[in-house]
């Protein structure tokens, strides 16, 4: 699977699941475009593996749009960025409700319509993988905003599928559980918290950066032509119990 030649955008590249893919798709011969928030990853990432980048807080919408336009014109889009806060549901508030619908629903919103608008203009299909989670469908403690954030994307990404994939642009999300990144492990690390859901994962163990990011190829390229609007679990196989 050659992406040699594409050039794509990839939100929260600076770290995890982003960088990774950044790094992996670059491998297989794509240009990238990296979209992050702190400097220094960008800086160490463009060294690694020679790419443009944008340093950019997605929180502020004028600011995500201005990035989105700057990064233009790119073949594919991956909305990677994203953040977590944990609270139970009595403790939500409204303030961590709203920045985490921010960064984690509203960005890709912002991104994917940049994106596509210049896509459109030139007349031209594509591709956009949003990185969502299992959270998106299953009701996991102390995650109330992230998981309805999630439950938002995959929702926008069926829209998405339906009215951009009329006009060849095609749009599905990936849906890890645990994946081993900084996120993860302030997530996960308590092992009363991460033993039961280890338990519920039939190939036993948690996913590597790499493996959502070589699923995320996938769904770019043109061997999954004819793939839309799906969400689809990189969960070694926690969805079927
Ligand atoms: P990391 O925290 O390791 O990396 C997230 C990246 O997104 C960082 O580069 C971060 O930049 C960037 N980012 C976060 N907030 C913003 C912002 N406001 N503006 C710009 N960039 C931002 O997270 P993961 O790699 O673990 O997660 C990546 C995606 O995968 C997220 O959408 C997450 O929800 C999803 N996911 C993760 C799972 C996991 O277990 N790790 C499981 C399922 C889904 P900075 O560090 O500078 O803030």
């Not at 699977?1 to 011969?29: E, H, P």
């Not at 475009?33 to 690694?48: F, N």
């Not at 980048?53 to 600011?63: E, I, K, N, R, S």
């Amino acid at each position: 699977m050659s992406l040699k030649g594409k050039s794509v955008l990839v939100s929260g590249a600076g770290k995890g699941i982003g960088r990774t893919t950044a790094v992996l798709l670059a491998g297989k011969g794509a240009e990238i475009v990296a979209l992050t928030r702190s400097a220094e990853d960008l800086q160490s990432l463009k060294e690694e593996i020679g790419c443009r980048t944008l340093v950019v807080d997605l929180a502020d919408p004028a600011a995500a749009l201005a990035a989105a336009e700057e990064a233009m014109p790119v073949d594919y889009l991956v909305n990677c960025a994203g953040t977590t806060i944990l609270e139970s549901f009595l403790d939500t508030s409204v303030e961590s409700f709203d920045f985490l619908h921010a960064v984690n629903t509203r960005a890709a919103l912002i991104l994917s319509q940049a994106y596509a608008r210049d896509r459109l203009a030139k007349g031209l299909g594509g591709a956009i993988v949003n990185v969502s989670s299992l959270s998106s469908s299953f009701g996991f403690a102390d995650h109330t905003a992230y998981c309805a954030s999630k439950g938002a994307l995959d929702a926008m990404t069926r829209v998405m599928a339906n009215e951009l994939g009329r006009k060849g642009i095609r749009v599905n999300a990936v849906n890890p559980t645990v994946t081993l990144t900084p996120m993860a492990v302030k997530a996960w690390s308590d092992p009363a918290k991460s033993g039961p859901l280890l338990s519920r994962i039939p190939l036993g163990r948690f996913i590597e950066p790499a493996e959502v990011g070589e699923v995320i190829a996938f769904l770019l390229s043109d061997a999954a032509s004819m793939v839309n609007g799906v969400a689809l679990p990189v969960d070694g196989g926690f969805s079927v119990n």
